[in-house]
């Protein structure tokens, strides 16, 4: 299954990017969504969230006031980083489960929606990358009229992420959402018939854990069917590379 990690600025654009992988029938996993379900009450991060921050942070109904803990975290990095360490390695276990179930199902392509995509390292598990990115200024004037946030409540958010130059030196594709929207839809069109595998490939991608579990298994038995159950698992098994 090839996973493409898709990411950029805030505001740049990647939620109507999201939405029309997902309007291609390419299955998108949110992080967004499941930081959501991370921080809801009962959940092991909730705990330590609200035990660091305070129940200052919630809302009458005793869940987290994401308002709340954003006017915290950007305004002091350290704080941001502490949330990080209480949240993402129950986002990145989710994300990965999520993954293997696509994997499971026989999708020969899915999209991995992550905001800080690059300083997570979940890129590491992307075949391809794209980056949505839009002019600075522009940003600023989404979240002000999105959001209501003030010119340096904005700031604080763009700031918070890696520099847009960095993001592009890493991408396999940068799209620039300073057109339409229809513009953007098209050029996610594009990545989806450029990049999307043949339905050969993908049942290659399927078959290849099975060839590795057989040659793998060979390898308890005499010498000589080790040594074939072994390239089997190497043959086979790197059909699943992209």
């Given amino acids: 299954m090839l996973v493409v990690g898709l990411t950029g600025g805030i505001a740049a654009g990647k939620s109507t990017a999201s939405s029309e992988f997902r309007a291609l029938g390419v299955p998108v996993i949110d992080a967004d969504e499941i930081a959501r379900q991370v921080l809801e009450p009962g959940e092991a991060s909730y705990t330590r969230v609200v035990q660091h921050f305070g129940r200052s942070i ?14 915290v975290i950007f305004s002091d990095p350290e704080q941001r980083k502490h949330l990080n360490k209480c949240t993402h390695p129950y986002i990145r276990r989710r994300i990965l489960w999520n993954l293997a179930q696509l994997y ?44 209501g946030f003030t010119r340096v409540e904005a ?13 592009a030196a890493r991408a396999t ?51 000589g069917r080790a040594v074939l ?14």
């Fill in 155 to 167: 700031e604080a958010r763009v700031d918070a992420q890696m520099r847009s130059d960095m993001r």
């Fill in 104 to 147: 499971a199902r026989g999708h020969s392509m899915c999209v991995l929606d992550v905001p800080l995509l690059f300083e997570s390292g979940l890129d590491r598990v992307c075949a391809k990358t794209v980056v949505i990115e839009c002019p600075r200024e522009v940003q600023l004037e989404r979240l002000a009229k999105r959001n």
């Fill in 58 to 71: 919630l809302d009458d109904s005793g869940r987290i006031d994401r308002g709340r803990l954003g006017h």
């Fill in 229 to 242: 159950g072994m390239a089997t698992a190497w043959i086979v098994g790197s059909l699943m590379l992209w």
């Fill in 173 to 223: 594709r940068v799209v620039n959402n300073t057109e339409s929207v229809d513009e953007l839809r098209s050029e996610i069109r594009d990545i989806v018939k450029l990049w999307r595998p043949s339905w050969v490939r993908a049942a290659m991608g399927v078959a290849a854990p099975v060839g590795v579990a057989v040659g793998l298994t060979c390898v308890w038995m005499p010498w």
